[in-house]
């Protein structure tokens, strides 16, 4: 799903008056959320939620049309799995957009404030970025986070799913839709494009008088499409190489059951590990009771030579290896030398995403997170846990691995910019 440039003028000038008209109802939407009180926004967030519960089985059958429809296309089993919903799993989204009302109304807060010499009253005070558009692959759930986040955040939401789920996405936005317009906030705060058709993703790109920021979650040929044709912010991630460092002062039996989870427990999704580093001076102990648990489970390991003549039966890793995001039951293992040698292939290799460490000495664990450069770094827990709802946000709209505006797991403040307002009593400058 990548966008692609508009072919001949009058196709383009079509493209670009839709996208435009888009664009301006999201802004006229942005500006009445601006005046919206946190008492209705959390309302209609439970509208949603409440939407979602009762409209389970149309959500569901729907759901089962374009799984349909991609297991004829041949995708991935990662790729279906991320697709799929089950009753489960539209409670948990449910729950997540109940989480998110609960949460404090980040806009109007007053982030500083301080008086001046000459009595001017000076405030730094949070506010929506205002549009924001979400280019997302495969995962419905997508769909009601980020407008439930949106929602809160005082933004109004551009939502461009992919093709294969787009039944599924639908289905979800009608029901957020009139949750919203149920509470007398405007529909178009909520906005689903419906046209799968690229040239019109790729016009939407260039309307930066009426969107603020372009946050897009899939693959990495998808995020850096955007990026490279976007007249707008784009706030990205391009992959989640997410390693987990067992050192020799680790605990073996948590470090097997973190790993077992950082990979196993959805491998398709970005916080998923996909390289293991296993200090020298544990790697005979810990690698055949590690190695056989994954292969039992179809994990494919592919292993340095090191690793190999410990457990022969993993597959030889190429230098391809350390950079790559499988999103599938495929793990890459190195064994290192020692803490500098493990931080110094991350730095290499690694995406800024999710990296761990599996340690009982705390000066080596204060030097793995001083000096590991990621969004999010984790001491003796598995990557998994690298999720806006984990980190008590609800949900996210994204997790960045850029510096500004935000980084990790993006949440409603993360949503927000701010403005300073000065209060005065005449003051004059001389």
């Not at 705060?189 to 930066?208: S, T």
């Not at 969107?211 to 897009?216: L, N, Q, R, T, Y």
């Not at 690694?350 to 000096?371: K, L, M, P």
Request: hydrophobic share 40%.
């Amino acid at each position: 799903m990548e966008p692609a440039a508009p072919g001949d003028a009058g196709g383009r000038e079509a493209w670009m008056g839709e996208a435009q008209a888009i664009g301006e109802r999201a802004r006229t939407a942005a500006r009445a959320l601006t005046a919206a009180n946190t008492n209705t926004k959390n309302a209609a967030l439970r509208a949603m939620a409440e939407g979602l519960r009762t409209g389970a089985a149309v959500l569901l059958q729907e759901n089962a049309a374009d799984i349909a429809d991609a297991k004829k296309e041949k995708l991935s089993a990662a790729m279906i799995d991320r697709l799929t919903l089950t009753r489960e799993r539209i409670e948990k989204m449910a729950r997540s957009i109940e989480e998110i009302a609960e949460l404090r109304d980040p806009v109007g807060e007053i982030i500083e404030g301080y008086v001046r010499p000459n009595g001017l009253a000076i405030q730094r005070v949070r506010v929506p970025l205002g549009v924001v558009l979400t280019i997302y692959e495969s995962r419905p759930n997508v769909t009601s986070d980020v407008a439930a986040l949106g929602l809160k955040s005082g933004n109004a939401s551009i939502l461009r799913g992919g093709k294969e789920s787009l039944r599924s996405n639908l289905a979800i936005h009608r029901v957020l839709a009139e949750a919203v317009q149920g509470q007398g906030l405007p529909p178009d705060a909520v906005q689903m494009i419906d046209n799968p058709d690229r040239d019109l993703l790729a016009a939407l790109l260039r309307q930066e008088r009426t969107i603020d920021v372009v946050i897009p979650r899939g693959g990495e040929s998808l995020i850096r499409a955007v990026a490279e044709q976007s007249t707008i912010p784009v706030i990205k991630h391009y992959k989640g190489v997410c390693h987990v460092y067992i050192d020799e002062l680790g605990d073996l039996d948590m470090a097997e059951a973190i790993c077992f989870n950082a990979k196993v427990q959805r491998a398709a999704t970005c916080n998923a590990m996909e390289t293991m580093l296993v200090h020298k001076n544990v790697a005979v102990r810990f690698l055949p009771r590690i190695c056989r648990r994954l292969t039992e489970s179809g994990v494919e390991l592919r292993g340095c030579e090191r690793t190999r003549r410990i457990f022969p039966a993993a597959k030889p890793a190429t230098e391809e290896d350390w950079y790559a995001e499988y999103l599938d039951l495929v793990l890459a293992i190195r064994v290192v030398d020692d803490l500098e040698q493990a931080i110094d292939h991350i730095a290499r290799y690694g995406s800024s995403h999710t990296d761990a460490i599996v340690s009982e000495d705390i000066r080596r664990v204060q030097q793995f997170v001083r000096d590991v450069d990621s969004s999010s770094v984790m001491v003796n827990t598995s990557t998994r846990f690298s999720d806006g709802g984990e980190y008590g946000l609800g949900a996210e709209v994204g997790i960045s691995t850029d510096k500004l505006h935000a980084r990790g797991p993006m949440g409603v403040r993360d949503l927000t910019t701010y403005k300073w307002v000065v209060y005065g009593n005449g003051q004059l400058r001389t």
